[in-house]
Structures are given as structure tokens and as C-alpha cells.
């Protein structure tokens, strides 16, 4: 296997990657030498779980931190950054990957429980502007590389209505915006940013829409290859990305499905 990264000093800073395509992406990266920041929130009781996946990155030979907190809080982003500056040393953030998956899913009428105001405020700050307060709190502390990519993850949802996601599709067109946004305006910068678009993927955030087998019944159905997208699949394109091959890709929202987009 290649070491792409190895003995660069270059971190990848993860924003929600305990789980799913974040802990996915956290283990591809380290297998190909790239030193690992893992940012999440998680219970006390899901911490064995998140320790051996944790090992299992900092067994690839890399340098490894992560942080428990809660890190939609300017505060707690203020205290990380400060804390990543000592870690790091002479060594610069490669990529930023954002993976938060925090929002409401609730029904607009016929429950007792309904989508309100607040709740698209919570998940569009989570799931989209925390991004774009990520991005310029690195980039003001002087953190990033010359080269870096700024990956996020987006869904059908951008342009599909289903039930209950009214809140998470909105946080995903402005995550797409403010991803436009980053890769225009940061550009002389070094700074490249775009979306990945996976298919249907079982993670925890998928299993919290309801209905959610008949989301993965739908995608096997549609996908050219009969089954859905894996992590595994997704991290494989945020590794691709942050090659220097990859270097003149900017802007982009670029489907990892397989081909169930077709259908």
C-alpha cells in the first residue's frame, strides 16, 4: 500500500468521526500515513466501542489525537484550535473533513411533535455553518496547508423531499452553498473545497429516518451493482481527493454511489 503522506508532518482534521463515513475516512487516511485529528461527541457508554476503533487508527503508524467535546461551541472551537497548535508542531491540516450529523428529523403536520423554527436553526448550524466556522478558524490560527481540501458530505436530500428530513435537506443545499463559497473565495489561498454525495449508506444517522429500510431497499433497487454505498466506498474518494492529483478539483458536489443516480 502506498504512504502518500508519510513523513509530510500533514493532518487531516475530522469533524465527527467516531462513526460512520468519519471513522471511515479517519482509518483510510492513516493507512496511507497521514496523521489523524479526530473531533467528537459522544456518551460515555459508546466510548469502548470508540477506543478500539481509535487504536486500530493509531496501529497504522500515525500520529493520533481526538477530542470529546461538543464542537458546535465557539468556545470549545477556540480551546481545540489552541490545543491542535501544540499537538501539531511544524505540522499543517491537510484536509478538513466535515462529517456532523446533528439535526431533527420530525414530521411538518399530523403529529404531536413538529418541525418548528429552532429546529431548522440547530441543524442548519450543525450541519452546514459549522463548516464554513471550522474552515476560517483554522485558516485565521494559520494551520492549513499549502494544498489542502476541504471535504464535505451531502445527500439526495439536496434535491429529494422525504418525510421528516425537511430540516437535514435544508442544512444539506446550504452545506453545498457554503462549500461553493469556501472553494471560490479561498482558492488563492490553496484551499480547494467540495461535496461528496453518497448513496443510501447504513449509519447511525441513516437508521435514525424512519422508514429508513425501505431508503436502503429503494437504493439497492436503483444501483447498477445491486447494493448500497459502504464508508469504505466514501473514504476511498476523500483519499482520492487529497492526492496532489486531485489538485484541480474545486467546487464540485460529485456522486459516490456507484451509479444509482442514473436510475
Known amino acids: 500500500m502506498s504512504k502518500d503522506f508519510e513523513n509530510k508532518n500533514e493532518w487531516a482534521l475530522i469533524l465527527g468521526g467516531s462513526t460512520g463515513l468519519g471513522l471511515a475516512t479517519a482509518k483510510k487516511l492513516a493507512q496511507h500515513g497521514m496523521n ?8 460515555k457508554s459508546e466510548l469502548p466501542q470508540i477506543e478500539i476503533d481509535f487504536k486500530e487508527i493509531q496501529d497504522s503508524g500515525i500520529q493520533f489525537h ?14 481545540v484550535i489552541k490545543d491542535i497548535r501544540q499537538n501539531i508542531g511544524e505540522g499543517s491540516i491537510k ?5 456532523i450529523a446533528k ?36 485558516f485565521n490560527a494559520k494551520l492549513f496547508a499549502k494544498d489542502t481540501r476541504i471535504i464535505s458530505f451531502t445527500s439526495e436530500g439536496n434535491t429529494k423531499a422525504w418525510k421528516n ?45 424512519p422508514g429508513y429500510e425501505q431508503i ?15 464508508p469504505r466506498d466514501v473514504a476511498n474518494v476523500v483519499y482520492l481527493l487529497c492526492k ?20
Open 95 to 99: 484536509t478538513l473533513i466535515h462529517s
Open 216 to 230: 436502503i431497499e429503494h437504493s439497492i433497487q436503483r444501483n447498477p451493482f445491486n447494493r448500497i454505498t459502504t
Open 165 to 209: 428530513y425537511a430540516a437535514v435537506s435544508a442544512a444539506k443545499v446550504a452545506l453545498e452553498a457554503i462549500t461553493r463559497s469556501i472553494a471560490l473565495e479561498f482558492a488563492t489561498y490553496g484551499i480547494k473545497a467540495n461535496c461528496l454525495q453518497p448513496g443510501a449508506v447504513d449509519t447511525q444517522s441513516l437508521r435514525l429516518i
Open 66 to 79: 481526538s477530542f470529546n467535546t461538543d464542537l458546535l461551541r465557539p468556545e470549545k472551537r477556540k480551546e
Open 36 to 43: 489523524i485529528i479526530i473531533l467528537h461527541r459522544n456518551r
Open 103 to 138: 439535526g431533527n428529523l420530525k414530521p411538518m403536520v399530523n403529529a404531536e411533535h413538529l418541525l418548528s423554527n429552532d429546529d431548522f436553526h440547530l441543524t442548519i448550524n450543525a450541519m452546514a455553518i459549522s463548516l464554513y466556522d471550522w474552515v476560517t478558524s483554522v
Open 244 to 263: 496532489d492529483e486531485a489538485a484541480w478539483i474545486n467546487g464540485c458536489v460529485i456522486p459516490v454511489n456507484g451509479g444509482e443516480h442514473l436510475n
